[in-house]
């Protein structure tokens, strides 16, 4: 491929995530809020959905790994604390920002709900 070309990816995911994110087609209680007067609010909920999709990976991980023994007692404590702590800080961010814990879950159609 030349440097000039732009890379292309053919994929029929991708494809319908495309399609499910044109913003004409979502309900306006799914769409991100990104107007002048709410770009604040918009991308906090962009960012905390975000956050909360990383956090929920991380606690899938963390208990794959427990269920192998691959922790001990004492990292199991402490991961569990952190998790903890970490649900409790995205849940005081959702509410500051004046968001329901749906607004942290977008719908993507067809591929169904984010989180």
Not at 39 to 65: C, D, F, M
Not at 69 to 77: T, V
């Amino acid at each position: 491929m030349a440097l000039t070309e732009s890379p292309s990816i053919e994929s029929r995911a991708i494809g319908d995530f495309a399609r499910v994110m044109q913003c004409d087609r979502l309900p306006p209680s799914h769409r991100i809020n990104l107007d002048p007067n709410g770009v604040k609010n918009g991308l906090g909920q962009l960012a905390l959905t975000l956050v909360k999709l990383l956090h929920e990976l991380l606690e899938r991980q963390a208990i794959r790994r427990m269920e192998s023994g691959s922790l001990s007692d004492d990292e199991i404590e402490r991961l569990g604390t952190t998790m903890m702590k970490q649900a409790q800080e995205i849940e005081r961010l959702r509410k500051e920002f004046g968001l329901e814990e749906d607004d942290l879950n977008l719908d993507l159609g067809p591929l169904g709900k984010l989180l």
